[in-house]
């Protein structure tokens, strides 16, 4: 029953359930202490799981802990199950460590607000749903995770709900994040019914038996296919992909280090962290992995092209995290696991960084967040300059920064992968150009970022940069402990090419470590690995130039006259290449006026006048008469007393089942009696199956009935009885032996 | 072995009976010796009742664990019945909790109703377990007597004495008729011993000439309705149902509360020892459905079933007094449970001890909000609750789960116990008269939804009307912390019911004949 990992999810929880009941009584001292120690130890308790259990957590499958049986429903048994794993243990170190630096910088960021114990609460909230969703061992246990944080994030987009494109980019996310709920769902029921259990294990089992898992599902595919299709239609929503992205930039409406935490580290990353637990049902299905594959990489594609034009600071970020995002998805989409899940942790340091950088740039803004407005920061606010440098090296890929590494690793995975068969073998290597488009659209547009935030001169109002300073110690934290993640997290993860250059062999430590989980590292030609690597550097470097070209010390003369000679374009890309619209017009408009009909006629006139009209009119009748036998005096209860015992007496005497069957055989002739005292009342119905074969062969009011057999045999009578009545139907049946 | 010895030796199966009839002695005697001005005596007396509570449950709890029959086959001890005397046990406990810190018993005569509803629980305690008509008849009759004395305990109330009154004539006709049935089977069948009588009634129902089988069908089917009648008016179902609003409305509230769970667990309790083990043929629930007299008994505790959750929840609709409504719902709730007796399975008498252990601690609950609230206003109507949620929002929030609970939404225990009833009626679905099951459990569905109403009413009433003034609601310290533990509960087995399948599932066997 007591179990240590149960500890992890709990702690945050528990901290969430008290901060919401009582935080509104203590001062902020103490709710921000109980806030940060509920994660920070279940950090610790993770990290001892971890690293105190390692060779355990790593090749022995991981740490698997049963709390209680939740419940067990005939053949259905849902476990409260938990497993700490090399995947969900380097998860739950990535969501408590990061978690606890942003909880901390939130001290600073939130200082001000009024409602600081609701704040911590639901990032309490949110690191407990997180923790359970990465160490659930069954598929409900992740899904009530999954739908935790997805609640939590609603809460917190709309934290400031007063104002109402908050609250309605809360309700954006939660309905997108519904759709993709949908499509979880019914993943995990065709799952269920595949392998009659929604325990992760014995699924991952059957998809490595592959038998039950192989079989066509409907259009020739398999299980394993439209399982893995739709768990990616919840991943989708969850990790805004195409055609789901559209709540994340929106989620921007939160406050900063929710972005950080929740919409650029941590949650977001739960659809990839799905698809590599799933691997190996992905893996008997290649085609599921090349729509996710090029899903993946479109969506990097299109999100960084749409980061090009954007002028709100955390929105390009937002952008960013939607293109990263499809860059994991195309690397677990190319079967290269480790590879996604090494993106994702190097990801979760540099962008929660950069978030939390913008965080501090608007802090000193005065709360402004457009980019036009800003430049030359550099100077006034070095600390957060010089993490900004890493972070954003580290986004472009330039050599020895961890994103230099991951990205590479998901580039050579896209062109060295052998997981398609023969008729998708041009999946990979469209993946690995799109990919590289991608990268050097990231490189382009987060130097546009970099150097018109932090280059040249101011163009903020003087009040606005007056105020400008250098955020508080609790926020310049976390930025530094983030940037020295982004800095070094890529050295867990170095491929096996460069390896070879400082003389050790084999695959890296993080790829080591992830093999139990998610399988086998993808072997990859060195001769592509090196010439990969030239090629992002060259388009890392590229990029940059050309943010400088553009935009270095401010907007320069080309990107004038760039929007001047295509303003369409540029007007196009800045308006999200107006998918928005393009979903209002087809799907949000048609859906209110179907729903205003439905409403109108269901609603209003089914519901409430038919209805409701009818029931309520049935029952105020009836409760009246009620009330009136029940008047007070002691006769008329007794009269009801006796008035009831004769109608239990008459509703007793109701046909008695018959008993017995009599037969009598003269050669080949037999009658067949039922002996039954209710079956002079005429109320029943018999019907009479003489050989056997389930077919009546004679059916009236009267309890017997006669038949001529074909030969000498033991026959089987039956003697089906209805009441119409009650609806009722008995069948009494007996064998008869005709003899020669 | 004589017949001394024998009892002497069943006497260590006894022993929770025996320390709850020292303790009623004792009660008795504290309530002369402590003095009736002293600052102390509820304190002295609560623990004594405590006391002898908790002595019976650590004797219950050693207590061997076979399946026997003590006293000559009077008596019945097996895991069945001690399953019951758990709950009994525990609603005792907490009505002593409860009773303590209420308003309604002075310090002088807290005393006497403690032995009072002690000798309640040692009623019930024969009831779950006798195994001889007699036997049986007496056990009624001690959960009905004292019962009476204490629905008239206010002095010179005059709802009081009224609810006494009704409660008494209404009681003595429905035990008088219950005899008369018992005579009856005595007459035809010559012997009070549920084992005998199970064996000598299955050979006459054997097949014989279709005429003269009649008369005693008929014989047999009165016989049995009337001892119906009896537990009938101990689970308070329609149409026997009728004393049981204005008594609930007359009697202090704590023990309504008592009422309403613990002699209505006790009738299911007796209703399904003598029905569905001993004289159902083959001595097993499943044999109920071919029993007795060629009747199907199952459609007649189903049409019982059905009427009860119908008229006891129409009745509801229109009451204003919380006591009459609670009343009222608890009708309906014996109809929901007597669909897992109209189940006439295993799975059919498991749903009901599971849903009577839920609805012990959610009407319990109730009872113990409307305590708080009638405190602080001095009545209890549904006015009274107007905006206790701005007034003292624990006291709101927990018995809105109460209420929810009692209605069977999901995530509370509630919902459990209503949904394991429903399992076992719709298993039979495929069966004989499936399509009749499944109208019970499409009337039982609208049920809930007619009940939700007028819970609905009291949780509106709570949260969305204004205060009427400046009433400062603030009930006493252990109520709250049971008000808190209820709702805590019924939250945590809402989602967590593992535990009370597994028990009940160990505490289904149970003395068969044979």
């Known amino acids: 029953m007591f179990s240590r990992l149960l500890l992890i999810p709990l702690l945050p929880l528990l901290g969430a359930a008290y901060l919401m009941l009582a935080g509104q009584r203590h001062t902020r001292s103490v709710v921000q202490t109980i806030a940060i120690l509920a994660v920070f130890a279940s950090c610790v308790i993770s990290l001892d799981a971890f690293f105190v259990g390692l060779p355990a957590v790593v090749h022995e499958g991981g740490i698997s802990e049963l709390v209680y049986t939740w419940f067990a429903a005939g ?35 939130m200082a001000h607000d009024e409602d600081y114990a609701r704040f911590f609460a639901y990032m309490n909230l949110f690191c407990g749903a997180m923790l359970l969703l990465v160490l659930g061992d069954t598929l409900p246990v992740l899904f009530i995770g999954w739908e935790g944080v997805g609640l939590s994030s609603y809460l917190l987009i709309g934290f400031w709900y007063k104002e109402h494109a908050n609250a309605s980019a809360g309700r954006k996310a939660f309905i997108t994040n519904r759709i993709g709920d949908f499509g979880f769902l ?14 992760i294990p014995v699924i991952l089992g059957a998809a490595q ?14 299980v394993a296919f439209w399982a893995g299709v739709f768990l990616f239609l919840g991943a989708a929503g969850k990790s805004a992909q195409i055609p789901l992205y559209v709540w994340l930039p929106d989620a921007m409406a939160g406050p900063t280090p929710v972005s950080a935490l929740i919409h650029a580290a941590t949650m977001v990353t739960a659809g990839v962290y799905l698809v590599a637990r799933m691997s190996a049902v992905y893996l008997l299905a290649p085609a599921a992995l090349a729509i996710v594959a090029l899903v993946g990489a479109l969506t990097a594609l299109f999100a960084a092209l749409i980061g090009f034009a954007q002028n709100d600071f955390k929105r390009v970020l937002a952008y960013s995290t939607v293109s990263q995002l499809g860059f994991m998805f195309a690397g677990v989409g190319t079967a290269n696991f480790a ?32 980019i036009t407005k800003m430049g030359g920061l550099g100077k006034r606010l070095p600390w957060t300059t010089r993490v900004f440098q890493i972070c954003w090296l580290s986004i472009c890929g330039v050599p020895i920064f961890s994103g230099f590494f991951s990205k590479d690793a998901l580039l050579g995975g896209a062109f060295g992968t052998e997981a398609y068969g023969h008729g998708l073998a041009w999946v990979g290597p469209l993946v690995g150009v ?16 970099y150097f018109l935030v932090f280059s040249g001169p101011c163009r903020a109002d003087e009040q606005t940069q007056h105020h400008i300073h250098e955020s508080p110690v609790s926020m310049v934290f976390p930025l530094v402990v983030l940037a020295a993640g982004a800095l070094f997290a890529g050295f867990a993860g170095v491929p096996p090419a460069l390896r070879e250059l400082f003389g050790k062999h084999g695959e890296s430590t993080l790829a080591v470590w992830l093999e139990p989980a998610v399988g086998a590292p993808l072997a990859v030609a060195h001769r592509t690995e090196w010439i990969v690597m030239g090629i992002s550097t060259a388009l890392a470097l590229v990029g940059i130039g050309f943010g400088y070209f553009f935009y270095g010390g401010g907007y320069r003369a080309p990107a004038h006259a760039f929007a001047r000679k295509l303003p369409r374009l540029v007007a196009l890309v800045r308006d999200k290449f107006r998918v928005d619209e393009i979903y209002d017009a087809i799907l949000v408009r048609p859906l209110q006026a179907l729903c205003r009909i439905t409403f109108l006629v269901v609603d209003r006139v089914l519901v409430d006048k038919i209805l409701v009209g009818i029931w309520a009119f049935v029952a105020d009748v009836g409760g009246r008469a009620c009330r009136f036998i029940q008047a007070g005096d002691v006769q008329r209860y007794l009269a009801v007393f006796a008035i009831g015992l004769a109608a239990l007496v008459w509703v007793a005497a109701r046909p008695a089942a018959p008993k017995e069957i009599q037969v009598v055989v003269t050669g080949r002739h037999a009658k067949v009696t039922l002996v039954d005292d209710e079956a002079r009342s005429g109320n029943l119905q018999y019907r009479f199956d003489f050989d056997g074969d389930g077919v009546p062969d004679r059916e009236g009011k009267t309890a017997s009935a006669s038949w001529i057999y074909g030969g000498p045999a033991r026959y089987t009578v ?7 009545r009650w609806h009722t139907r008995r069948v009494v049946e007996r064998d008869v032996e005709v003899r020669p | 072995m004589t017949i001394t010895q024998f009892n002497i030796a069943s006497a260590s199966w006894f022993r929770p009976e025996l320390a709850l009839t020292a303790g009623i002695l004792l009660l008795f005697l504290l309530d002369v010796l402590v003095r009736k001005q002293s600052r102390y005596r509820v304190a002295v007396l609560t623990v004594a009742a405590l006391a002898c509570v908790g002595v ?11 399946s026997r029959a003590m006293f000559n086959g009077m008596i019945a001890s097996d895991p069945f019945a001690t399953f019951w005397k758990w709950l009994f046990l525990g609603a005792a406990a907490l009505t002593v909790l409860i009773a303590a810190r209420s308003d309604e018993f002075p310090s002088p005569r807290i005393g006497v109703f403690y032995a009072l509803l002690l000798s309640v629980v040692l009623g019930m305690f024969l009831m779950a377990t006798s195994l001889d008509l007699l036997m049986l008849y007496l056990a009624i009759e001690m959960v009905s007597l004292p019962s009476y004395a204490i629905a008239g305990y206010k002095p010179g109330d005059r709802r009081a004495a009224e609810a006494s009154l009704k409660y008494v004539i209404y009681g003595g006709v429905a035990s008088g008729i219950m005899l008369f049935g018992l005579s009856y089977i005595y007459g035809l069948v010559g012997s009070t011993n549920l084992t005998a009588l199970g064996v000598r009634l299955e050979s006459l129902a054997a097949p014989a000439s279709a005429g003269g089988q009649l008369g005693l069908r008929v014989a047999l089917m009165v016989a049995v309705i009337f001892v119906l009648c009896g537990i009938g008016y101990k689970i308070a179902a329609v149409p026997w149902h009728m004393w049981c609003p204005d008594v609930y409305e007359g009697a202090p509230t704590p023990f309504v509360a008592f009422l309403s769970v613990g002699p209505k667990a006790a009738g299911f309790a007796l209703a399904v020892r003598v029905f569905y083990s001993f004289l159902a043929s083959g001595g097993g629930p499943e044999g109920f459905a071919r029993g007795l007299a060629d009747v199907p008994w199952p459609a007649v505790v189903g049409v019982l079933s059905a009427v009860t959750m119908t008229l006891g929840n129409l009745s509801a609709l229109h009451q204003n007094n919380l006591k009459r409504l609670l009343a009222y719902s608890s009708i309906s709730h014996a109809g929901y449970a007597l669909m897992g007796l109209a189940a006439a399975s295993q799975l059919g008498v498991q749903s009901v001890m599971i849903y009577m252990l839920v609805y012990l601690v959610m009407n319990l609950g109730a009872f113990l909000a409307v305590i708080a609230i009638a405190q602080a206003t001095g009545s209890e109507t549904i006015a009274d609750c107007n905006g206790l949620s701005r007034r003292h929002p624990l006291l709101a929030v927990t018995f809105a789960v109460f209420l929810f609970s009692l209605t069977g939404l999901p995530p509370l225990a509630g919902f459990v116990g209503k949904w394991y009833l429903f399992v076992a009626v719709l298993s039979h679905y495929a069966g004989d008269g499936g399509a009749w099951y499944v109208t019970l459990a499409v009337i039982a569905a609208l049920n809930t939804a007619i009940s939700l109403y007028y819970y609905v009413r009291i949780i509106r009433a ?40 597994e028990w009940t599932q160990a505490s289904l066997t149970f003395l068969t004949r044979g």
């Open chain 1, 186 to 199: 019914i993943g995990m029921f065709l799952l269920f019914r595949a392998t009659g259990s929604l325990d």
């Open chain 1, 209 to 222: 038996d592959g038998s039950a898992l192989s079989a066509p599902l409907w259009l020739g595919q398999s």
């Open chain 1, 339 to 370: 590879g996604g899940i090494f993106h994702l942790f190097t990801h979760a340091f540099f962008k929660a960084g950069l978030f939390l950088c913008a965080g501090s740039v608007m802090h000193a803004m005065s709360g402004l967040g457009d």
């Open chain 1, 718 to 724: 039956a003697i089906t009885i209805e009441d119409a």
């Open chain 2, 462 to 501: 709570m949260f969305i009307e204004a205060p009427a003034g400046e009433l400062v609601v603030r009930p006493r310290v252990s109520y709250q912390i049971m008000l808190g533990t209820f709702s805590a509960a019924l939250l945590l087995f809402g989602v967590w019911w593992n535990p009370l399948i």
């Open chain 1, 434 to 449: 799109i990919l590289l488009v991608a990268a050097l659209g990231t490189a382009f547009y987060m130097s546009r970022l």
């Open chain 2, 56 to 66: 019976a449950a650590a004797l219950l709890a050693f207590q061997p664990v076979e």
């Open chain 1, 75 to 109: 053949s259905v048994e849902v476990d409260l199950a938990l497993r700490m794993d090399s995947l969900s243990g380097l998860m739950c170190l990535v969501v408590t460590s990061i978690g606890t630096l942003i909880h901390f910088y939130s001290i600073g960021y």
